[in-house]
């Protein structure tokens, strides 16, 4: 779109509805969302569904039962709302997850408080991702109440679970048909990966549980048993002396950002061993045992250059080394979960599409990346088998999951732009 008139207009408008987008902004915060446990979902979605539907939407309610996580104390609700344009055309999906993460120590600013100071909205979730899904509810609303004569349809999502998997949300949405290539064309994600930014997609995910297994006996005499710890601090060694560095060798052509996300990367995210951790309240000793068990989560991040079989088989050759050397060494590898990575053509339509409006808008050229982290692309591309969808959104990747988490209110404004002019580059009829 290059009618400067036009471009005025989007601009007014969106600059118009600053402070509307701040209330909607501090309303999703305030709505604490928390998962786990899965608190607020259907209140989220009502509220979206009050809200949109004063805007022409259609909006339909739908619960993710039996997914990970649901239960009749906390469903897995979702919410889909569509407008149809005028005439015949393409569907543009804008997908938000409601959900955030725990609120952690460190805060100077209630986490759930929704506060305005110097252009910045803080909370839990402002950054990831509400603030995004405020802004695409403007800008969507701003499009329809420019150009109402457009074609195809806008819809709006607001998912849950995304922060634990997506499988309470997207993924089963896609199951269901929600996002088939056949009902919903082009898919933005608005992800805080930064303003200037087009996320490509995500490095894959594996994640595991280990166990090593011991001997109980009594701690005055651990020659009588076998310290399950430590066969899993051999483990860990084992980790320290060869996976880190030969995963610390490895980097990928995808645009990954940060830098230090373009190697593999292994977190532990968890170590149990021995005897479970007594209540705050308890005041006594512990008991003197050797422990028979010690587990441990791993989160390994891999690149597009990696198979899925070789991430896997490192690992247990590692663990099958230590079964032959080390003296009663046994253990159990349990797979939690897979993601592979996922990664949208830069040639697609909507990356070009929004790659052009940020330069207009900006005046820079857009920067290509892809996430250090998983986010729901993987079940759009992999379930949904829809190839056209990228992550763009306001926000500062570093915030997400950070103490007194914020939104910038300029970047909502700036990206709102980015999103109208995307749509009529999209929806309206090219003379």
Known sequence: MDDQPAFEQITALIRSREADLISLTQDLIRIPTLNPPGDCYREICEYLARRLTQSGFETELIRAVGTPGDSD?????????????????????????????????????DPFGGALEDGKIYGRGACDMKGGLATSIIAAEAFIALFPDYSGAIEISGTADEESGGYGGVAYLAEQGYFSPQRVQHVIIPEPLNKDRVCLGHRGGWWAEIETFGEIAHGSMPFLGDCAVRHMGAVLTEFEDKLYPAMAARTTDMPVVPEGARSSTMNINSVHGGQPEQPADYTGLPAHCVPDSCRIVIDRRFLAEENIADVRGEVTALLDGLKATRDKFDYDLREINLVLPSMTDRAAPVVQVIASQIEKVLGKPAEFVASPGTYDQKHIDRIGKLKNCIAYGPGILELAHKPDEYIGVQDMIDSAEIMVRGLVDILLPQS
Request: charged share 20%; aromatic share 10%.
């Open 73 to 109: 104390t906390y469903p897995r609700w979702n919410i889909i709302a569509r407008r149809e344009g005028c005439h015949p055309g393409p569907c543009v999906h804008f997908n938000s997850h409601t959900d955030v993460v725990e609120v952690g120590n460190g805060w100077t600013k």
